[in-house]
């Protein structure tokens, strides 16, 4: 019959649709894991542009500026537009011995857009100095503290852009790294099989059984204290990745072992593609959009593991920034409540680990509509 | 003893649909039949044409998101002293204390696929005695010599051992028997066997369908026996229906139905029937095309698309009603009656 | 059954002693041999340190021989109960861990008691009632305990219970109890002060569970045995409770298995923050110091006490699931 055989447009459409094609139309019905990827985005152009959205040097430290609390932004002045902050001045509680702070409703900073600040390099290539926003021409007293400062009296807003870029990072490097272990030896088990697998399979069972944080502490210690911030931050991703690729392996494996089976694979073993073609060219396309689902997935835990070993002051050390770096200054319960805007970081975290989630989520239901 | 001329279950003009996100999926779309104490109604059918959900549907347990949008069903309950009474089990909520002691009681399904449809991690006779308990005050003792009995009556060998068993040490076949026996446990009147063969190789098969009718001697129940294999109903039906698309399209006695055959969809369903007449290493003939996805079915007649005898003009305007065309043989086809003269 | 039960049993061994190498490894990690830093440190407090002392420590420790014997001889300490010596707390490094393993352990067990009893029955309402408000609520509360750290948690209940109630949730005794020998009235105040970090240690776990159980639990309730159950006239919550449930139990139970490592990883950095009297604390505190016996030691028993839990819920598996008492299921 006529009707029977014509195909409407949207079913053409999906029988030319490449996989990832595809798995983008059914990821868009996840709304929640839209919004989380733009999250996601947006916290990687914070990674992109972190220098240009800080406005005071992080490692700055200012003595008349301990633990001061979040300076609030006013954005009239008598009825115009002219975003400003009062200057502060401080002085110690003779009393408590406590730095307290007073604003001066007289004496306003004006807050510019695209202001001049510390020299540094956009996008790692691009020489300025001009910043998102900033107080022009002001003294390092007299500046602009949007989430307050630190015990050391560094402006927390410029240190955690700076610490976003250091977190979101290493994720993304541990994750890299995890990914060629895991496809590599998860491949390697799923396509070869045997005695390799059983190996491989039993390697994981252990490596997973064991508690990582203890192990990543006992590996984090011995980094040598002369170790440079670079090497340090390489170490950590290898720490981590030790573990992380065991996931990715399983995952990647379970695939193999499927795909195995499939005609299209055992069509180009009959027609004498090579192994490694094989991997290559067939089985490593047919399930990436997976890989990509469990890649995502597996990234925050990864996040996780670098802020909770700098937190406990065996990741990264100062200078060095990152979440984890930060919330070391909120170590217990006096300090969080005597400076609860320290705890500010956090927030990053939080956002972008449920971020993290909520976009795997969606990108595996995407890969695999019919999987749990 | 009642009239037996008076049917124990009638089901008028069904209609089940599932609700999905996707669309709405006419799953039964007008099912109109009775079933008979003591008579064997054979419903037929390509997989997917509803047969399953027609029983659901007489059972009250049809899955969220489907449910019983139209129609009757009635069930015939004894009052007790020869009297009986019908019951619209439509009318009744599908969780209430009445509807539950009528499943099992006095419906009992055994379903579709005997690998799975008993518990794996509890004993065959734990799970028969749990049911026998629901609608008989009986003592654990009491049960557990009833679940004996039972798994003995189905042909279950050495059954005081197997009531510790659980379903993945028996075999299929044994496995089906079992479900049986579970099914049985509270002396149903009309039993629903939904493909009780099909999981089965051919010896079991003969065997399952052997035990259905001796049992059906013996106590007399009603049986719907679902199935899309003609072999079966020409071997084990007193009546037949023969469903598509969630339609009945043809209904009579089984010789009438395999006799003189009068819809086109039944008539290639017999003509699929490997016979001992038909030359070897022929390939049966089989019905072109595909059945259409529920969501998006045809208009006029379901099975116009594929209809060797399609009128076009008529049969994808108009819809067929079932109507008789001899004695008890009920038809829906333009080919037997007239095609309604205004078209809008 | 002894064929699956052994099978494990190798399994848990062989990972045992891969925790002894790995923990051995850590011993040897910082640069240098471990007497060496104890001499620093010791020369740093004390002028007058025998050289003699410090070669007889060497011959104690084997360190003048290659790994292998080394390892082999603190293995053979460790076998009869000589963990070595603590250069921190010069205590043998028994002594310095003292109850702090028990503690551990009672957290941990309170830890996985609360994860199960939050995780199964929110499970099986979130399956039952798919797509509920609360379904959604659960939803979402589960993916708020995967995302938060277990930590920052901590420290965000410990800043609120400062602030809101004048309290320190810190600390798994009051002050009255800290220092007392054991008693009834300690007990009631460890029991008093526990379910706190357990609920904070067990979070993530417990949002993960109850992923875990809906979705076994949708798996079942789809399987025709249901219909069976169904079609007998059960009532919905008996025939869910009886079939489905149990069914689900089965993988649920396993994950024993994977949720002692996160609960014992979330132990240690929780105990940091709340100041938990376990081996968290001492822990990070012999790494910072390179206490690495004792350092050594302790991730060893936390290792060794995950695989000892696996193989024990390995064993309730089997006991539950009848499909594995007669080995169906490899
Ligand atoms: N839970 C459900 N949700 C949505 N659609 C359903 C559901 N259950 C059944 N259906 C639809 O109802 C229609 C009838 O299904 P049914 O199981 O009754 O077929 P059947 O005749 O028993 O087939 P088979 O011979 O394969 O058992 C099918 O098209 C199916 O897609
Ligand atoms: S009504 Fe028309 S299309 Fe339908 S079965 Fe009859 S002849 Fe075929
Ligand atoms: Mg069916």
Redesign the pocket.
């Known amino acids: 019959m006529a009707e029977e055989h014509t195909i409407s447009d949207s079913e053409e459409r999906i029988f030319v649709a490449g996989q990832m094609q595809l798995m983008w139309w059914r990821f868009r019905k996840h709304r929640v894991a839209v919004v989380a990827t733009f999250v996601v985005v947006a916290f990687y152009v914070v990674v992109l542009a972190a220098d240009f959205l800080a406005y005071t040097d992080p490692n700055t430290t200012e003595a008349y500026r301990l633990l001061m609390p979040p300076q609030p932004i006013r954005f009239f002045d008598n009825g115009s537009f002219r975003p400003h902050v009062y200057a502060v001045s401080g002085k110690r509680d003779l009393r408590t011995f406590k730095r307290v702070y007073e604003a001066d409703p007289n004496n306003k900073l004006t807050v510019r857009f695209f202001a001049r600040g510390y020299k540094y390099k956009l996008f790692g290539f691009i020489r300025t100095d001009r910043h998102l926003i900033g107080v022009e021409g002001a003294t390092a007293a007299e500046s602009l503290f949007l989430l307050g400062t630190d015990e050391k009296g560094r402006d927390v807003w410029s240190r955690m852009m700076v610490a976003t870029r250091t977190s979101l990072t290493i994720g993304l490097v541990a994750v890299a790294l995890s990914l060629v272990l895991g496809v590599l030896l998860g491949g390697i088990s799923g396509f070869y099989g045997g005695a390799i697998d059983s190996i491989i399979q039993r390697l994981i069972e252990i490596l997973r059984s064991i508690p990582t944080i203890p192990l990543w502490m006992g590996m984090a210690a011995a980094f040598p204290r002369e170790w440079s911030v670079e090497q340090i931050y390489f170490a950590i991703t290898i720490v981590i990745a030790l573990r992380g690729w065991t996931g990715l392996a399983r995952e990647v494996r379970g695939r193999f072992l499927s795909l195995r089976e499939e005609d299209f694979v055992t069509a180009a073993d009959l027609a004498g593609c090579s192994r490694k073609r094989i991997i290559f060219r067939h089985m490593i396309p047919s399930f990436q959009s997976h890989i990509i689902a469990a890649a995502t997935l597996s990234i925050p835990a990864m996040i996780l593991a670098e802020t909770a070993l700098s937190y406990l002051g065996l990741g990264l050390r100062p200078p060095a920034i990152s979440w984890g770096v930060m919330l070391q200054q909120v170590q217990n319960v006096e300090a969080v409540a005597l400076s609860p805007w320290l705890l500010v970081s956090a927030v990053p975290v939080i956002v972008v680990t449920l971020a993290f989630n909520f976009m795997g989520d969606g990108l595996r239901d995407a890969a695999d509509p019919y999987g749990i | 003893m009642q009239d037996d001329r008076q049917p124990i279950l009638s089901v008028r003009n069904l209609k089940t649909s599932?609700f999905?996100d996707e669309g709405i999926?006419r799953?039964v779309d007008g099912a109109s039949f009775e079933v008979h104490l003591g008579q064997t109604l054979g419903i037929v059918?390509e997989?997917?044409?509803?047969?399953?959900?027609?029983a659901l549907s007489i059972l009250g347990i049809v899955?969220r998101?489907?449910r019983i949008v139209e129609g009757e069903i009635l069930l015939r309950r004894e009052t007790g002293n020869g009297q009986s009474q019908e019951v619209a089990l439509t009318s009744l909520g599908d969780s209430s204390s009445e509807m539950r002691s009528i499943r099992g009681a006095e419906i009992a399904l055994v379903f579709?696929e005997p690998m799975t449809s008993l518990s794996p991690v509890h004993t065959i006779g734990n799970q028969i005695i749990g049911a026998a308990r629901l609608h008989r005050k009986l003592t654990k003792q009491e049960a557990s010599e009833l679940a004996v009995e039972l798994l003995s009556l189905v042909g279950i060998p050495r059954a005081e051992g197997a009531i510790d068993a659980y379903p993945f040490q028996l075999s299929g076949g044994l496995r089906q028997r079992a479900l049986i026996a579970l099914a049985l446990s509270c002396d149903p009147r009309l039993l629903i066997a939904d493909?009780p063969t099909t999981a089965l190789d051919v010896t079991t098969q003969a065997q399952i369908l052997d035990l259905l009718r001796s049992l059906q001697e013996q106590n007399g129940m009603a049986i719907m026996l679902?199935t899309?294999d003609m072999g079966v109903i020409a071997e084990m039906a007193d009546q037949v229906v023969v469903m598509y698309l969630g339609r009945v399209v043809e209904e009579g006695p089984v010789d009438t139905v395999f006799g003189e055959s009068k819809h086109p969809y039944t008539q290639s369903l017999l003509r699929s029937i490997p016979s001992i007449h038909s030359t070897p290493k022929v390939q049966l003939p089989t019905i072109t095309g595909t059945i259409p996805h529920?969501y998006n079915r045809p208009a006029g007649c379901p099975f116009h698309p594929r209809c060797p005898d399609v009128m076009p003009g008529v049969c994808d305007h108009h819809e067929p009603e079932l109507q008789s065309v001899g004695d008890e043989h009920l038809v829906s086809c333009f080919l037997y009656h007239p095609v309604p003269e205004t078209s809008s | 059954m002894l064929a699956y039960a052994a099978r494990r049993l190798v399994l848990a061994i062989f990972t045992l002693w891969t925790v002894t190498v790995l923990s051995f490894i850590i011993i040897q990690l910082p640069p240098g041999d471990f007497v060496d830093a104890y001499m620093a440190q010791l020369s740093a407090t004390q002028s007058n340190v025998s050289e003699q002392h410090f070669e007889s420590l060497r011959r104690q420790y084997a360190l003048d021989r290659p790994m292998y014997v080394q390892y082999l001889k603190w293995m053979s300490g460790v076998f009869s109960g000589d963990f070595g010596t603590s250069m921190m707390w010069r205590k043998s490094v028994l002594d310095v861990i003292g109850d702090r393993l028990a503690m551990t352990m009672v957290l941990s067990l309170g830890a996985i008691i609360l994860t199960w009893a939050i995780a199964l029955p929110i499970g099986i309402y979130s399956a039952v009632r798919q797509y509920s408000i609360g379904d959604y609520v659960f939803t979402f509360i589960g993916f708020i305990g995967l995302g938060v750290p277990s930590f920052l948690l901590a420290l965000v209940l410990m800043y609120l219970g400062f602030t809101l109630f004048d309290s320190d949730i810190g600390g798994l005794f009051s002050p009255e109890y800290q220092l007392e020998p054991w008693s009834w009235g300690k007990v009631k105040d460890l029991l008093y002060h526990l379910p706190l970090p357990a609920i904070i240690i067990g979070l993530s776990g417990t949002a993960e569970l109850i992923r875990v159980m809906r979705a076994n639990l949708l798996d079942e309730l789809r399987k025709p045995y249901v219909i069976t159950a169904r079609a007998a006239g059960m009532s919905e919550r008996s025939l869910v409770l009886k079939y489905p449930v149990r069914v689900a139990l089965n993988p649920f139970a396993s994950t024993v298995g994977y949720l002692l490592p996160y609960i014992l990883s979330g132990s240690v950095i929780v105990s940091v923050v709340l100041g938990l009297p376990t081996l968290g604390p001492l822990l990070l505190g012999s790494l910072v110091a390179q206490d690495m016996f004792l350092a050594g030691t302790i991730v060893m028993m936390l290792g060794a006490l995950t695989v000892i839990g696996t193989f024990l819920s390995d064993l309730l598996l089997m006991w539950i699931d009848p499909r594995i008492r007669f080995e169906m299921v490899q």
């Open positions: 599932f999905t999926v799953a059918g997989s997917g044409c509803g047969k399953s959900v027609t899955p998101p489907g579709q493909e679902i899309h529920p």
